[in-house]
């Protein structure tokens, strides 16, 4: 494992703001029950899928991501924690994962729906979904009017980033509709950061000149959120076929 990016985040739980309270809440909004098929896309070490198979003792989870030592970390914990029988896990990519028409009850995808476009991701699943289904998915986004410039210019990497508004706007032209949507608590990032930095600091004095630019995009990442964590967000969508 030499990318940089893979060993700063190498051993990390949870690899975007959330918590499992907010999962919880997703997955109660949702309305998903019972012997439900579900599938996390972009699970990376699976967090949310550790939390949904506890949540809905008759659920299988079907776990996608195509960094396949991430799904290892996520057999593990889902064997350790005697929940392994209703876990599938599935190297591939999200926006083509093999499932059949038809035959997912629900789709969740915590902080990865921006490596696919809301539109782009919303259209190609929308095909899978078993009749009632629903897709859940969280989302950085504005919170503010006034963006202060440095968060502009750190969020420039994600061009599309845009407000509550913007994201119901997506999803709509994706022909499907907003249920329910929530701004998470500043904790969910919190929960993320903090093993973060902890880690990048964790690894600097051994770091060289590759991973030290890594690492110093992460601290970059914790310092903005302590500076302007009143400027953006990450908020979950729960939302169905129109
Ligand atoms: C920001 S992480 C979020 C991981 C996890 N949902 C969580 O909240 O901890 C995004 C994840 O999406 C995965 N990913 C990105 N693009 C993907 C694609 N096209 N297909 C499958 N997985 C993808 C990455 O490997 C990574 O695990």
């Known amino acids: 494992m030499s990318d940089p990016i893979f060993i700063l985040h190498q051993g990390l739980l949870r690899e975007a703001p959330g918590s499992d309270a907010t999962t919880l809440r997703a997955l109660t909004l949702s309305g998903v029950s019972g012997p439900a098929r579900i599938a996390d896309m972009g699970c990376g070490p699976g967090a949310a899928t550790m939390v949904t198979l506890r949540a809905l003792p008759e659920a299988q989870v079907i776990a996608v991501d195509h960094h396949a030592p991430y799904l290892d970390t996520l057999e ?3 064997h350790a924690a005697g ?3 209703r876990l599938q896990t599935r190297v591939a ?3 083509a994962p093999g499932f059949a028409n038809g035959t997912l009850d629900l789709i969740l995808c915590e902080g990865a729906m921006y490596f696919m476009g809301i539109e782009a991701g919303l259209r190609a ?3 899978l979904l078993a009749q009632g289904g629903r897709a859940v998915f969280s989302e950085v986004v504005w919170i503010k009017r006034t963006v202060p410039e440095e968060a502009r210019l750190f969020w420039m990497e994600y061009p599309e980033m845009t407000n509550r ?3 119901r706007r997506r999803v709509e032209a994706a022909g499907w509709r907003v249920i329910d949507d929530f701004v998470q608590p500043k904790e969910d990032w919190e929960v993320y950061l903090g093993p973060l930095g902890a880690r990048a600091d964790a690894l600097r004095p ?3 000149e590759t991973l030290r630019g ?6 970059q990442e914790v310092e903005l959120f302590e500076r302007h964590s009143d400027a953006y967000a990450y908020a979950v969508f729960v939302v169905e076929p129109a």
């Open 76 to 78: 593990h914990r889902a």
């Open 83 to 85: 929940l392994a029988r």
């Open 93 to 95: 990519d999200m926006r």
């Open 125 to 127: 699943w929308r095909p």
């Open 165 to 167: 508004d913007g994201v």
């Open 206 to 208: 051994e770091a060289d």
């Open 214 to 219: 890594v690492l110093d995009g992460a601290r």
